[in-house]
């Protein structure tokens, strides 16, 4: 029974740990084939997906593309996740006035990560005038909420 319950446990022990990469490939193909037919949460955990590497390989174009998909229709979590890829340079061409007009745009939604870096946008005049009015007009309504 000893010898039963090692071979069990050593069977356990190699095979446990991929069971979570197939778990991660199936959740995989659901969400590109979600994605694909135009589910704007699909795409954005696509691209989140492909931005740190989860169950597909890291790939920062492939990310930029499926943020942008979600975020032109209007997904506040894409359209801010899209300004830190462009103001980062990630998979796309770094553009601060591009940046910002991402950040604008999930900000108005209320998206208070968004609010607050469009403050400092403007604080620091990068990618849009210089502005310390506009500045702590975000900064308080990032505050607020």
């Given amino acids: 029974m000893g ?3 090692a071979s069990v446990t050593i069977a356990v022990a190699l095979f446990a740990p991929a069971a979570p990469a ?3 490939r199936d959740a995989a193909k659901a969400t590109i084939e979600r994605a694909q037919q135009g589910d704007a949460a699909a ?39 899209l300004a830190e890829m462009i103001k980062n340079g990630d998979g796309v061409a770094k553009s601060l006035p591009e940046a910002a007009k991402w950040y604008r745009r999930a900000a108005e939604q209320g998206n ?7 403050g400092v946008l403007y604080e620091g005049g990068e990618g849009v005038p ?8 975000w900064y308080r309504r990032s505050a607020e909420q």
Wanted: aromatic share 14%; glycine share 6%; charged share 25%.
């Fill in 3 to 5: 010898r039963f319950v």
């Fill in 22 to 24: 197939f778990a991660q």
């Fill in 43 to 81: 795409q954005y955990r696509l691209g989140e997906m492909y931005d740190l590497g989860q169950g597909v390989r890291q790939n920062y174009a492939e990310a930029v593309r499926w943020y942008r998909r979600a975020a032109e229709q209007g997904n506040a979590r894409a359209q801010f996740a």
């Fill in 112 to 118: 208070r990560d968004a609010q607050l870096l469009l």
């Fill in 130 to 137: 210089q502005d310390v009015n506009e500045a702590a007009r």
